[in-house]
């Protein structure tokens, strides 16, 4: 008889996005004509860069001639010319990463997620609290053991195995200091753990004394990997591909304490559960880092700043409290007038029509407060905060 | 410390293709001027039909423009567009599959390998040798009990959960009869087991009694997923997509026998570890389906096809006992003069430089077999076959 594998009893229900979803079109169904301004969830709306599409073109053209044709990536870790491009990319803010080291994937979740593939169901997972859910999820699935702390490491537990990190994070738009991430680094050396560090938002940070990658911090190369995505930072949320770097001399230990290099438990998972990624999404996303691209992605990236430094501006002057938008797409904020999450969530949908996520969906420490994206249009972001702004007055 | 999931320690190193490769190098530095002809890998040659290259074009062109800009596929399961594409073909050959049974991946090898995550380890897999290494691999990785039989269950275990078929089959060529197929649904309703069908090699299907589908079988719908791929249908190996046919009324059963439907696990799973299939990619799968692509692609298979007709002929002429190659792209033969499989590779190499895949790495049945594949161009399968028949006249 199969069985299903039973962890997946321990999942929660995703709650929150059809909880959203739920509660939106029922209100639209009451109020068909309202025009409702969706800064909800983290998706981009502007489109490719011109480089980026040329690339993309270019390599469907080659696909259709046979001189030019691919066929299976020999080796499943992506094409020499994006992964040359993508440690060019981090050697362009001053951190070394070989070119080996770099494995092209179909983007940071599928990798955040079947990562854990490798890791015995026995190791203890930390995460900090609000979390990206998808972190709890996927090591709930396998069976591990789920702990959680605040973003800082507040409180650490004795023991721990693995330790997911998201900056600047999902969902409070909050960046890691180099110190902070140190203690993390020093926390996860001493522990013999694995940091799996979530940078898809990266391309965001703009204060200097913020590391955009964990390998900028001593020490990491011997606990961390780092996994990445072209979404945010190119608008990649429906191209799909991102790229994880795992140094050469990171380890993982059998029970007898033997160890064995991690990039090699992660290629043969690969060989058997993934087959690489589109080659004309790979030359499309090689495109983002030649001097076009990423002068065309770096006026997109702006255009969200822009955004969010309207809502930090508005959030500001309404004397709410609030996190994020200096080195990220979000917005975090406490929800005005001590209301809970889902409270502000339907005031927001009823009284102004704009439609937000509540920051408990996001765990715990995430109750009472609320998280806007900088993904919408200028004129959206402008017309949502102008009517938060009356609404709270 | 981070352990490793100590199942890995279980895998066979994956010697078939490292030792191909190792061999093929040394030969090559010896006798850097001899021209080898590659009948080894199962990897396509030909160019993507225009109207696919055309429908990619396209597909680019409006990631570049406001408007028409794509970001998350809500659903992760794939574009409407594409689910319905794949029913319409299923539909073609008469097979009744709804749009909502469909699910877009990037690959059968990926779905084949992922789709075990929902299954408890403790369930026991059965798979026919001689066997495409993922099923044994993917399985063994989660710390599955994995039993062999034949490709036509000849002898057959008593308590049994997943069974992994494969049809036309990889390696053999081999196609399962409506009969020999019924048999298989029957052993799998009477043990409520799951049969994972891979359908990648369907388009190769010429015989009319060959089904090329396991749901044309009574009783599949209770019992089997069916996996298939764009990659030797449309030459998508480098361009990757996939597709999942789930049935809504296919029950996985808890430990205390309560039903769950298959395809919410699915769902569930694929919602934390995978993020759809780029948009271009899904549009360039969904011209194979149009009346050209249909048309163009058909011709790239019949291409193959006459390769396999100029193996099998050259076979028959040196009377050599084979498999495959009526409803598939590959020719199964046992090796001449009771060589082993890799004397014969070593042969063909050394003799002829021509390039095979023994069978003894797909398996113990394998062990005196040999594969050559129709992915190659037709002047060098007659090339091939020339100095076959030389060799061994």
């Given at each position: 008889m199969a069985n299903l594998n039973q962890n997946f009893l321990n999942l929660k229900e995703s709650y929150l996005f059809i909880e959203i979803s739920k509660r939106i079109k029922e209100f639209m169904n009451n109020n068909p004509d309202v025009s409702l301004i969706r800064m909800g969830i983290g998706d981009v709306t502007q489109p490719l860069a011109p480089a980026v599409v040329e690339?993309?073109?270019?390599?469907?053209?080659?696909?259709?001639?046979?001189?030019?044709?691919?066929?299976?990536?020999?080796?499943?870790?992506g094409y020499e010319f994006l992964r040359e491009a993508v440690a060019g990319y981090y050697k362009s803010f001053g951190v070394q990463v070989p070119v080996d080291e770099v494995y092209i994937g179909d983007g940071a979740k599928s990798d955040c997620g079947n990562i854990g593939d490798i890791f015995s169901a026995d190791n203890i997972v930390l995460v900090t609290d609000p979390v990206y859910p998808v972190y709890v999820d996927a090591n709930v699935m396998s069976g591990k053991k789920v702990l959680f702390t605040d973003f800082v490491g507040s409180s650490l537990p004795e023991k721990v195995d693995i330790i997911h990190l998201c900056s600047p994070n999902n969902p409070t738009g909050a960046a890691y200091t180099y110190e902070q991430l140190k203690k993390w680094v020093d926390y996860a050396l001493s522990n013999k753990a694995v940091i799996i560090y979530d940078a898809a938002y990266e391309a965001f940070i703009t204060e200097p004394d913020k590391p955009r990658s964990i390998f900028s911090v001593e020490g990491a190369r011997s606990c961390a990997i780092e996994i990445c995505s072209f979404s945010k930072t190119a608008g990649f949320t429906g191209t799909r591909c991102g790229y994880t770097i795992i140094p050469k001399d990171l380890m993982l230990y059998t029970t007898d304490n033997t160890e064995m290099p991690l990039y090699k438990l992660w290629e043969r998972r690969q060989g058997s559960k993934f087959n690489g990624v589109s080659y004309p999404v790979q030359r499309a996303a090689e495109a983002v880092f030649t001097p076009q691209g990423i002068q065309q992605t770096q006026e997109t990236i702006s255009y969200y700043r822009g955004n969010a430094a309207i809502m930090m501006k508005t959030l500001s002057e309404l004397k709410i409290t609030f996190t994020g938008g200096i080195n990220s797409p979000y917005v975090w904020f406490k929800c005005p007038n001590n209301m809970d999450s889902w409270e502000f969530f339907d005031y927001m949908l009823k009284e102004i029509n704009v439609v937000g996520t509540p920051g408990a969906g996001f765990g715990e420490?995430?109750?009472?407060?609320?998280?806007?994206?900088?993904?919408?249009?200028?004129?959206?972001?402008?017309?949502?905060?102008?009517?938060?702004?009356?609404?709270?007055?």
């Amino acid at each position: 008889m199969a069985n299903l594998n039973q962890n997946f009893l321990n999942l929660k229900e995703s709650y929150l996005f059809i909880e959203i979803s739920k509660r939106i079109k029922e209100f639209m169904n009451n109020n068909p004509d309202v025009s409702l301004i969706r800064m909800g969830i983290g998706d981009v709306t502007q489109p490719l860069a011109p480089a980026v599409v040329e690339a993309g073109y270019k390599a469907f053209a080659e696909m259709g001639v046979k001189a030019t044709f691919r066929g299976y990536e020999d080796s499943g870790r992506g094409y020499e010319f994006l992964r040359e491009a993508v440690a060019g990319y981090y050697k362009s803010f001053g951190v070394q990463v070989p070119v080996d080291e770099v494995y092209i994937g179909d983007g940071a979740k599928s990798d955040c997620g079947n990562i854990g593939d490798i890791f015995s169901a026995d190791n203890i997972v930390l995460v900090t609290d609000p979390v990206y859910p998808v972190y709890v999820d996927a090591n709930v699935m396998s069976g591990k053991k789920v702990l959680f702390t605040d973003f800082v490491g507040s409180s650490l537990p004795e023991k721990v195995d693995i330790i997911h990190l998201c900056s600047p994070n999902n969902p409070t738009g909050a960046a890691y200091t180099y110190e902070q991430l140190k203690k993390w680094v020093d926390y996860a050396l001493s522990n013999k753990a694995v940091i799996i560090y979530d940078a898809a938002y990266e391309a965001f940070i703009t204060e200097p004394d913020k590391p955009r990658s964990i390998f900028s911090v001593e020490g990491a190369r011997s606990c961390a990997i780092e996994i990445c995505s072209f979404s945010k930072t190119a608008g990649f949320t429906g191209t799909r591909c991102g790229y994880t770097i795992i140094p050469k001399d990171l380890m993982l230990y059998t029970t007898d304490n033997t160890e064995m290099p991690l990039y090699k438990l992660w290629e043969r998972r690969q060989g058997s559960k993934f087959n690489g990624v589109s080659y004309p999404v790979q030359r499309a996303a090689e495109a983002v880092f030649t001097p076009q691209g990423i002068q065309q992605t770096q006026e997109t990236i702006s255009y969200y700043r822009g955004n969010a430094a309207i809502m930090m501006k508005t959030l500001s002057e309404l004397k709410i409290t609030f996190t994020g938008g200096i080195n990220s797409p979000y917005v975090w904020f406490k929800c005005p007038n001590n209301m809970d999450s889902w409270e502000f969530f339907d005031y927001m949908l009823k009284e102004i029509n704009v439609v937000g996520t509540p920051g408990a969906g996001f765990g715990e420490n995430g109750a009472g407060w609320f998280r806007l994206t900088a993904f919408n249009t200028k004129e959206n972001t402008i017309e949502a905060m102008e009517r938060l702004t009356k609404l709270l007055s």
